[in-house]
């Protein structure tokens, strides 16, 4: 059972009553029907947290894999199917589900449940918005099917159809922060449509068992560039210039210290990329090109870039780089070559893995509190150079090791502490919590992708937003749904 009993978080002291991994989604509903309590889990990828069980009976959806309707438009997938299966199937279609989660080996279920978002969410959004059905299994068994538009809040309660009566569930008076990526407790808004209340509700409310996501065709071709910089100020005005291109899709940024795990960790040189020690940070732009292009209309573009009159994604795209004296320390990965691009994608993945497995290490060898002690908020992208002036003072006045990654195309970036003790958790926890308290200040959320789930930090966050009142009303919210808190007890709020 050890392996249901941790995600990524490295949340310590997981354990389980018993494990359920049903074959079918027929068997969902006696599973949780029977259940004290019930946590429902997918790849266990959560940040959080909210996939390592504290005593509930487990449901894995890992075997939930069926792909049951497929089209140039929709999918229609189980909770256990991964989204790189969803988009292989979908490119035998000639679609794309645009807003991909950084971590392609996350589940359907698991990508509605959180609301997940990721790099593309600048281009595409966060995943809310392309969810167009639901079926999930309320806290009595009764399984619910949930259409886009069918059902929306009347008077500040949703009404909600569940074996043979209606659950009028208030709708919370809380106002979300107005940025792009928000995942911050139950979602709320005046005449707000029941599928949302599902989406990014983190298990607590439903059981999710299948998903209808909207896709896009034709898959457009894509090209990635990585870029070295010299000092943040630039990286900052050249993603502020690249921002306006609708070419760019996405761009990653990593910073000095996330470069030095790269070479501590022998990612540069496996991975054929090069990074000068002197390098100040890392981005890694997206650019979405017309399907037509080839590798031989790619490196014409950027040939004839600075040719009079020249046009094109790339063209566009280089003259902005050499404009910020950035063009010259620049990788491009042209269309069609998955190989290097694949490589470029590793790059950025081996940062969040060589920090995780540091945490696991020091959990293991140092303290076993020791837990991952990371933010995830987000600015509007005009604030985002004041967010890491306020991130690296404050991690530097505790003496603490730190790595940021992230999306800066979003204004969203990860600044995840690197523990040496368990001194150095509780220091960074209240760096944390300051951050926040900043973040909002500044017009964003300090809880922008990952969720809640059990993580103290996080929910002191929600509280900090929100209020006591606000986290309030979740509950009321809960208790209509769930009055037994048998459902995911303690993921969002204790």
């Known amino acids: 059972m ?47 947290g909210g996939a390592t069980p504290m005593g509930e009976t487990v449901l894995s959806t890992e075997r939930l894999r069926r ?74 068994g009764s399984p619910l099917t949930i259409r886009r538009g069918e059902i929306r809040a009347r008077d500040g309660v949703l009404s909600v159809p569940a074996a043979g009566r209606v659950i009028a569930v208030p709708v919370p008076a809380y106002r979300m922060p107005d940025v792009v990526k928000v995942s911050a407790g139950y979602y709320a808004a005046d005449d707000m449509d029941l599928i949302d209340l599902f989406i990014g509700s983190e298990g607590t409310l439903g059981v999710i068992t299948t998903v209808t996501l909207r896709t896009l065709a ?38 000095a210290r996330c470069l030095a795990i790269l070479r501590e960790d022998g990612a540069d040189r496996r991975l054929d990329v090069a990074v000068p020690a002197g390098t100040a940070l890392a981005l890694l732009v997206q650019i979405e090109m017309p399907v037509d292009t080839t590798d031989a209309s790619a490196l014409a573009e950027i040939e004839c870039a ?51 497995q540091r945490v696991g290490v020091a959990q293991r060898e140092i303290d076993p509190r020791i837990a991952k002690t990371a933010a995830d908020m987000i600015v509007p992208f005009e604030r985002f150079g004041e967010m890491m002036g306020i991130y690296r003072e404050g991690f530097a006045a ?25 001194a150095d958790v509780e220091r960074g926890t209240e760096a944390i919590l300051h951050f926040g ?21 996080k929910q002191q966050l929600l509280r900090g937003l929100y209020g006591e009142r606000g986290v309030e009303e979740m509950r009321a919210v ?17």
């Open 2 to 48: 050890d392996k249901y009993l941790s995600d990524a978080a490295h949340y310590p002291g997981g354990h389980a009553a018993s494990v359920f991994v049903p074959t079918a989604i027929d068997e969902v509903p006696a599973i949780v029907r029977q259940a004290k309590t019930l946590l429902a889990i997918g790849a266990q990828s959560s940040l959080t």
């Open 67 to 140: 792909i049951v309707e497929i089209g140039p438009s929709h999918v229609t997938v189980e909770a256990g199917v991964p989204i790189a299966i969803i988009q292989d199937a979908l490119a035998a279609h000639g679609a794309w589900f645009p807003p991909v989660p950084t971590f392609t080996g996350a589940f359907a279920g698991g990508i509605v449940a959180t609301n997940a978002a990721g790099a593309a969410t600048f281009r595409h959004g966060a995943v809310r918005r392309w969810v167009d059905a639901l079926t999930v299994v309320l806290a009595d």
């Open 218 to 255: 034709p898959v457009p071709t894509t090209a990635l560039a990585l870029v070295l910089a010299a000092s943040e100020a630039q990286a900052i005005a050249l993603v502020a210039d690249l921002r306006r291109e609708p070419c760019v899709a996405a761009i990653e940024h990593m910073d």
């Open 306 to 356: 600075f040719e009079s009159g020249a046009d094109g994604p790339l063209v566009r795209i280089c003259r902005i780089l050499a404009a910020h004296d950035a063009f010259d320390d620049t990788e491009v990965a042209l269309p069609g070559n998955t190989r290097r691009a694949a490589q470029l994608l590793a790059v950025r993945e081996a940062v969040p893995a060589g920090v995780n």
């Open 398 to 422: 505790r003496g603490l090791d730190f790595a940021v990654w992230g999306h800066i195309s979003d204004g969203n970036v990860h600044p995840n502490v690197l523990p040496r003790s368990f």
């Open 437 to 457: 308290r900043e973040v909002a200040r500044l017009g964003g959320c300090p809880l922008a992708e990952h969720g809640v789930g059990r993580s103290p930090i």
């Open 478 to 494: 809960k208790r209509a749904l769930d009055p037994s808190a048998k459902l995911a007890p303690g993921v969002i709020f204790e």
